[in-house]
DNA sequence: TTGATGTATGCCTATATAGGCATATAATGT
DNA sequence: ACATTATATGCCTATATAGGCATACATCAA
């Protein structure tokens, strides 16, 4: 077996590098297709395949302009993949280890209090 | 071709949903191997995999205690997961919002002031 | 040593999928 | 209508990998 599907999950969408590329590329503004080839140094077709699992799970809007169809980001798509990684920010953000460090006091005092109810 | 290792991309890894639920299930403490094996529905062979990519990509960290092996989350090896996403936060944080309405507003009244040095 | 328990590894199969390439579709200009 | 440009789709191949299953390895108990 292999996984969920890019086109379903957008963490899985996300994981193909290239992806993330696309993303951060038209992060800087609304592009069409042909403008991502040379910057990626992809194939065409594979951009536009790339650009079709983004736009399946949300990733991107497109927008028809002439001939061109203009892309862009849509960052809505990646809010679960922030809530869930942010449950460990805890590990890296100072914020947080303040917190903790509180929180540690504060459990120390308890126990000099001499309350166990655990 | 297939894409960048799970064993090398932290975004991959953690593409795998199971690889998702049990850095959950870890984040509520150190755990032995055969405590995620009932919490899963996965065979233990099967667990003992993901653990090893999630070890990998550092993902995990492993203590050994007699026979029993007790795994737990390593938050920081997330952190550039964090760090990607969040620069597209904009789009879904209401404290962004107001920011881009204020420089929406400054925009407007530089436009009003004649100047063009765009 | 022998047996039991906890975990890791190896082999296998099915499947998803990235990229190569040809071609279809669509819009525009002449 | 025809050519040109922009993009999408289909077919192909190679490859990674998730899970099934047997088994190896390691640790502890008797």
Do not use: C
């Not at 736009?55 to 061109?68: K, L, S």
Request: glycine residues 8%.
């Amino acid at each position: 077996m292999a996984r969920v599907a890019t086109t379903v999950d957008v963490f899985n969408a996300v994981a193909e590098p290239r992806r993330r590329e696309i993303l951060d590329v038209l992060g800087g503004g609304e592009r069409p297709v042909n403008d991502l080839v040379p910057l990626l140094g992809l194939a065409q077709p594979q951009v536009s395949k790339h650009l079709r699992v983004l736009r399946e799970v949300g990733a991107v809007d497109v927008r028809d302009v002439g001939r061109q169809r203009l892309y862009r980001v849509n960052g809505h798509a990646l809010k679960p993949i922030h809530d869930w990684v942010s449950t460990y920010e805890r590990s890296w953000s100072e914020r947080f280890e303040q917190l903790d460090e509180v929180l540690e006091e504060l459990k120390q005092e308890e126990q000099g209090d001499g309350s166990d109810d655990d």
